[in-house]
């Protein structure tokens, strides 16, 4: 069973700094892209990193220059550290994987950036 579980949200400051953390099983890791998104409640779910096999990442403009995507193949785990953050990075994070022809999900991480 391909399982995604999120991990590391909370609340922060803006400029402020936060690493989440998704933990996969169920597939085989390192032949998976792996991508986060996010999602304001109303707001349609928006891409905001994705990373390839081979370690190719792509971004939102949004997040360009501020986040990472990184994948551990042998921790199968993918993060996203988000540095500079802004209040209208506050959302609902997810880990996303597409395997066996279906996009999978996790449950979701808060993320909130507020003084």
């Known amino acids: 069973q391909v399982q995604l579980v999120e991990s590391g949200g909370g609340l922060v400051q803006p400029g402020g700094s936060l690493r989440l953390s998704c933990a996969a099983s169920?597939?085989?890791?390192?032949?998976?892209?792996l991508a986060w998104f996010r999602q304001v409640p109303g707001n349609e779910r928006e891409l905001v990193a994705a990373?390839?096999?081979?370690?190719?990442?792509n971004y939102a403009d949004s997040a360009k220059g501020r986040f990472t995507i990184s994948r551990d193949n042998a921790k199968n785990m993918v993060a996203l550290q988000m540095n500079s953050l802004k209040p209208e990075d506050t959302a609902v994070y997810y880990c996303?994987?597409?395997?066996?022809?279906?996009?999978?999900w996790g449950q979701g991480t808060q993320v909130t950036v507020s003084s």
């Open positions: 996303n994987v597409f395997v066996y022809s279906t996009k999978f």
């Open positions: 169920g597939f085989t890791f390192s032949r998976a892209a």
């Open positions: 990373i390839g096999i081979g370690g190719l990442t």
